[in-house]
């Protein structure tokens, strides 16, 4: 059975930074692709950013040149750094992998909370 687990999110006034993780755990041979979505309330699920397993990157335009995603292939672990944080980026922040364990397959963790208040 293969877990992820996201950590890192809070309350942040606007202009502020956060940094969120997410660490993958179980049994895994390999994992592909990692990512972030969100969530706001009342709203669908969005994608915010992707990283593949050579390390290239793909970025909403929403958070193009605010947010860096990228990851630690040895703890099994992506980042999202987060900064110039806007009211809207308020969301429940979830991250999904590509995991090869019995079989390849994408698994999602449960949520952190981000929110931008004043």
């Known amino acids: 059975q293969v877990q992820l687990v996201e950590s890192g999110g809070g309350l942040v006034q606007p202009g502020g930074s956060l940094r969120l993780s997410c660490v993958a755990s179980g049994t895994i041979f390999s994992i592909g692709a990692m990512g972030w979505y969100r969530q706001a309330p009342g709203k669908r699920r969005e994608y915010v950013a992707t990283?593949?397993?050579?390390?290239?990157?793909d970025y909403a335009d929403s958070v193009k040149g605010r947010f860096t995603i990228s990851r630690d292939n040895v703890v099994n672990t992506v980042y999202l750094q987060m900064s110039s944080l806007k009211l809207e980026d308020t969301a429940v922040y979830y991250c999904?992998?590509?995991?090869?364990?019995?079989?390849?397959?994408?698994?999602w963790g449960r949520g952190t909370q981000v929110t931008v208040s004043s």
């Open positions: 990283i593949a397993a050579g390390g290239v990157t």
């Open positions: 999904n992998a590509d995991v090869l364990s019995s079989r390849w397959a994408y698994y």
